[in-house]
């Protein structure tokens, strides 16, 4: 049985009480997966981007995003 490639963390950011923000790279798909959780709501937003500096952009916003929604400073 061979092992299966998994998901590489890139970065992870939690904002406190307001949600967390995940970038990995997905070996099969060829690209980053940037996905967006919140407290009680799951999953939120997920973008699938083959640039690891877009995908790092998309990660900046959404926490901003999460910021401007809890009221707290990012």
Same mark, same amino acid.
């Given at each position: 049985?061979s092992?299966? =490639?998994?998901? *590489?963390?890139?970065?992870?950011?939690?904002?406190?009480?307001a %949600?967390l923000? +995940?970038? &990995?790279?997905? =070996?099969v798909?060829?690209c980053?997966?940037v996905?967006v959780?919140? =407290?009680g709501r799951?999953?939120?937003a997920?973008? *699938?981007?083959?640039? +690891?500096a877009?995908?790092?952009? /998309?990660?900046?916003?959404a926490l &901003?995003d /999460?910021?401007?929604? &809890? %009221?707290v400073? &990012?």
């Open positions: 049985m092992a299966r =490639p998994r998901l *590489q963390l890139v970065q992870l950011v939690a904002l406190a009480d %949600g923000v +995940r970038v &990995a790279w997905s =070996p798909w060829s980053y997966l996905t959780t919140r =407290p799951g999953i939120v997920e973008h *699938q981007v083959r640039d +690891r877009r995908a790092l952009d /998309l990660a900046d916003q &901003a /999460l910021a401007a929604t &809890a %009221g400073p &990012a």
